[in-house]
């Protein structure tokens, strides 16, 4: 792009003090002739052109054509150490280099600004120095007065905004990144409000109030009035999938659905924890999917930056720990049972045993069982078939011991039940459930059948526990006698027969 050219200041200025003046400034200052883009009006105006934007979109020559009618009259020095030339001369005869094809949309609203019939325009573009600096500036450009008409003389300062553009560029990118860390996090993050809640808390201080504890025991209320009043402001793609939502909207139209009744109890020590100041916590909480499905979640809060006093900004982090909460359950079940026959194991019962005789309940009674034939079942037929009767033992227990009263297999084939406040008669009744039990599942399973030895005593006095459990292995050993007694007496019988 080239400009025609009037190189005589003093005849474009007028006066030696305006030349002055001009070239004094500290700003760019371009003084330069306009006539010619407003024969050029003129001519488009004749031709039928009454929306200039739309004409020059379709004719991007055109604006091509009006730069080259825009004749470079002057320049001061701040404009060329700005644009890094040497002289008028080569600026001007460089111009090509200086406005590049970004500074179409900006040289249009010029343009467009003119032709409205504004005595001055404004834009913001982006020049080149001539050593290849990329240069935002603000354009500012005012017809000089007398010259409205013809546009023969128009002042043009141009600002350097690189500096300033180049922060916003910054902050463009840190946002964009900020927001795509936000988004592509591998974890559920929520930006929520919580400045109502903060104005609740300070409403309770006003009236007195020291102690939120024993405020919300007093008014559990209190909590859930705080609960509704948080708002969520954003939450990534993360949450989304972790929540089996398909949009953010029904994400939080639907939260009732994410935050039940047992946040409740979470939410309260996250109060208080707010109440004495910690705006950083982490704790493990109970969320529930849209579609209802559990999940512990390890929950970290904290307070944004720079919102400290009002609380209108703050990050929470949601882990999904279910996976983590069932192995630990797991764990949890297999140190107080036994796997195979799904009762509890010998560890529960020592710990029950100790806590019974901790408390010395009275009355407690203890049931010992032992299954005949056990060895017996494992050589003949191998020890699959054995397990499977220790299974059906379990079942067979399961299904007669009711809590708060736990069986326990606490050897191969030795099981205690422990009754605390149970007497001789309620015992009794176990027993005679387990026997009836036990004979329904030989009938469904056949053989190998289901024989138990079974011996009962209640403990009635102080400290008598240990004693009782002697008592109750005698009477299971004396069973078991009798039972094996019984059957040699049928096998002889039988033989004889």
């Not at 406005?99 to 404004?122: K, N, P, V, Y």
């Not at 203890?366 to 054995?386: A, P, Q, R, W």
Request: proline share 3%.
């Amino acid at each position: 792009m080239s400009l025609p050219i009037l190189t005589d200041p003093a005849l474009v200025l007028g006066s030696t003090d305006s030349l002055r003046l001009f070239d004094a400034s500290p700003v760019s200052m371009w003084l330069e002739d306009y006539s010619g883009v407003f024969e050029v009006f003129e001519q488009w105006r004749k031709d039928g052109v009454t929306d200039l934007a739309t004409f020059l979109q379709a004719h991007p020559e055109q604006a091509a054509h009006c730069s080259a009618r825009i004749r470079l009259l002057h320049v001061n020095p701040a404009t060329l150490a700005l644009f890094a030339a040497d002289s008028f001369t080569e600026l001007s005869s460089r111009l090509n280099e200086v406005l590049r094809d970004e500074t179409f949309e900006a040289f249009i609203r010029e343009l467009q600004q003119l032709w409205d019939g504004q005595s001055h325009f404004q834009s913001r573009s982006v020049n080149y120095a001539l050593d290849g600096r990329r240069l935002d500036i603000q354009l500012k450009g005012v017809l000089l007065p007398e010259q409205e008409r013809h546009g023969d003389r128009v002042l043009v300062v141009i600002e350097d905004v690189t500096e300033l553009e180049q922060a916003r560029r910054r902050a463009r990118d840190s946002a964009r990144h900020a927001r795509s860390l936000f988004q592509q996090a591998p974890v559920s993050l929520w930006v929520e409000d919580f400045s109502t809640i903060r104005l609740l808390l300070e409403e309770l201080r006003s009236h007195g109030i020291t102690d939120l504890r024993t405020f919300t025991d007093v008014h559990p209320e209190f909590v859930e009035r705080c609960m509704a009043e948080i708002k969520v402001l954003d939450v990534n793609q993360y949450t989304l999938d972790m929540f089996k939502a398909d949009s953010k909207k029904e994400l939080l139209t639907r939260l009732p659905d994410v935050f039940r009744e047992e946040m409740i109890p979470s939410f309260r020590e996250q109060l208080i924890d707010l109440w004495e100041g910690r705006l950083f916590q982490q704790r493990e909480v109970l969320n529930h999917t849209l579609d209802g499905s559990p999940l512990n979640i390890h929950l970290q809060f904290s307070v944004f930056g720079g919102h400290e006093d009002s609380w209108d900004q703050v990050l929470l982090a949601l882990t999904d720990i279910t996976a983590r909460k069932k192995a630990e359950t797991y764990l949890e079940y297999l140190g107080k049972h036994d796997v195979l026959t799904k009762l509890k194991n010998r560890s529960y019962y020592v710990d029950e045993l100790n806590r019974l005789t901790r408390k010395n309940i009275l009355p407690t009674s203890v049931m010992v069982l032992d299954l005949n034939h056990l060895k017996e079942t494992n050589d003949h037929l191998g020890h699959i078939s054995g397990d499977a009767l220790l299974q059906r033992v379990g079942e067979v227990l399961l299904q007669a011991v009711d809590k708060p009263w736990h069986a326990a297999r606490v050897g191969g084939d030795e099981f205690i039940v422990l009754m605390p406040g149970a007497d001789e008669a309620a015992a009794q009744a176990v027993a005679d459930n387990i026997i009836k039990l036990t004979a329904l599942n030989n009938q469904f399973y056949g053989t190998p059948a289901i024989a138990l030895s079974i011996g009962i005593a209640t403990a009635r006095e102080p400290n008598s526990l240990e004693a009782t459990l002697r008592l109750a292995d005698q009477r299971m050993y004396a069973n078991k006698r009798d039972y094996y007694e019984k059957s040699a007496q049928e096998r002889r019988q039988r033989s004889t027969d």
